[in-house]
Nanobody, 124 residues
Framework: QVQLVESGGGLVQYGGSLRLSCAAS????????MGWFRQAPGKERDFVAT????????YYGGSVKGRFTISRDNAKNTVYLQMNSLKPEDTADYYC?????????????????WGQGTQVTVSS
């Protein structure tokens, strides 16, 4: 049974930082591309970042590029999202997801497995 478990969310002030973690089990982690999405109340689930399983290449959504960094540790079956210079508009539930395949995974429908999410709140 595949499980993705996010952690690291919380309340942070404007300009602060958080690091989210997503621990995976039940899958061969090194063969899955990983992504982070976020969903604010009343809004759609939006792409944040993704990292490939082949060469570790990354891609970011426009609103987080330059502030967020996605990384992975295949030895620990974990993907991370370092979030710096946080803004109130970053407030959302953050989800990690796993997908097989190549290319960019920018849409939620491209992912096979999802975590339950972790809440991030940025105060102004």
């Amino acid at each position: 049974q595949v499980q993705l478990v996010e952690s690291g969310g919380g309340l942070v002030q404007y300009g602060g930082s958080l690091r989210l973690s997503c621990a995976a089990s039940g899958l061969t982690f090194s063969t899955y591309a990983m992504g982070w999405f976020r969903q604010a109340p009343g809004k759609e689930r939006d792409f944040v970042a993704t990292i490939s399983w082949t060469d570790g290449s990354t891609y970011y959504g426009g609103s987080v590029k330059g502030r967020f960094t996605i990384s992975r540790d295949n030895a620990k079956n974990t993907v991370y999202l370092q979030m710096n210079s946080l803004k109130p508009e970053d407030t959302a539930d953050y989800y990690c997801a796993a997908r097989r395949g190549y290319g960019l995974g920018l849409q939620p429908g491209q992912y096979d497995y999802w975590g339950q999410g972790t809440q991030v709140t940025v105060s102004s």
